[in-house]
Nanobody, 125 residues
Framework: VQLQASGGGLVQAGGSLRLSCAAS????????TAWFRQVPWKEREFVAV????????YFADSVKGRSALSKDNAKNTVYLQMNSLKPEDTAVYYC???????????????????WGQGTQVTVSS
């Protein structure tokens, strides 16, 4: 199983980015996929999760209302659309996946077996 995160970059505050998490070796239909982010010297922070099977999603308060998740099952890819970006959104963004994730623990790193390599998002003020 491999996860490939991409789409990061440098953007001005108020701008938008769409991050992609392309999976090989698993199906986005049967795996729950999440996004986390990390800045240096801080713990990895949960951002959003797309539960397997349907269209249920959940977002951290820090991005709620300005982010959206979507997926293309044919491409085994999950997308994180981030709008109205703020400098505090600057981080390395990681995607993660696992077959069985329950909603009560979906924000925990330990819930996910597979991780991508991360993509840098930098928001300038």
């Amino acid at each position: 199983v491999q996860l490939q995160a991409s789409g990061g970059g440098l953007v001005q505050a108020g701008g938008s980015l769409r991050l992609s998490c392309a999976a090989s070796g698993l199906s986005s239909r049967t795996y729950t996929t999440a996004w986390f982010r990390q800045v240096p010297w801080k713990e990895r922070e949960f951002v959003a999760v797309f539960f397997r099977g349907g269209s249920a999603t959940y977002f951290a308060d820090s991005v709620k209302g300005r982010s959206a998740l979507s997926k293309d099952n044919a491409k085994n890819t999950v997308y994180l659309q981030m709008n109205s970006l703020k400098p505090e959104d600057t981080a390395v963004y990681y995607c993660a996946a696992s077959e069985r994730v329950i909603s009560s623990t979906a924000s925990r790193e330990s819930s996910y077996h597979y991780w991508g390599q991360g993509t840098q998002v930098t928001v300038s003020s």
